[in-house]
């Protein structure tokens, strides 16, 4: 109750009423409030928002679903830069993505969307990487630092050094969205 994970009410359960009838009964209910635990962080319901923009979007206006990914993803990782308090390590980690840098690389050591992007990583990898340089966009961050570089137990994203000359980072290209 003090969680807000269920609701007490009091309430007479049989038919008497007046003197003598006893005190209401106590009982519980589950209250509205969402509960999640999650470990890797995930954020499927980030990816559900931006996914359900982005249908919104082709289906009211015609916009090509890559077009309207990209926007929607963009949308989203402008939205938590311009909400967080910290810069943009620590809004990617407050996306879930917990960067690590190493070497002026950062490498986002988790992907918030494991599932999706197992099971379709053109689009899902698309996203994030459309999300990861939104933030860097309204950090005032070059977004070309924010690279394609799939490798195992991560995400496919990766944040070469910023600046001329900086280790670098294999960059690939958005693969299209079929």
Do not use: W
């Amino acid at each position: 109750v003090d969680d807000e994970l269920l609701v007490a009410e009091f309430r007479r359960l049989g038919t008497r009423r007046g003197p003598g009838a006893g005190r209401p009964t106590k009982l519980y209910r589950r209250s509205a409030r969402e509960f999640e635990v999650s470990l890797p962080e995930r954020r499927y319901d980030l990816a559900a928002s931006v996914l359900a923009a982005a249908a919104e979007d082709t289906l009211g206006h015609g916009t090509h679903l890559a077009d309207a990914v990209r926007t929607a993803a963009a949308a989203a990782g402008t939205h938590a830069a311009r909400t967080c308090d910290g810069d943009v390590l620590a809004t990617l980690a407050g996306l879930g993505f917990e960067p690590r840098t190493d070497a002026g690389v950062t490498t986002l050591v988790n992907c918030p969307f494991h599932r999706l992007a197992t099971a379709h990583p053109a689009l899902t990898c698309g996203m994030s990487l459309d999300l990861v340089r939104a933030v860097l966009d309204a950090r005032d961050e070059p977004t070309d630092r924010a690279v394609l570089n799939p490798g195992p137990d991560r995400c496919c994203v990766v944040l070469r050094a910023p600046g001329p000359g900086a280790a670098s980072a294999q960059g690939q290209d958005v693969p299209p969205i079929r």
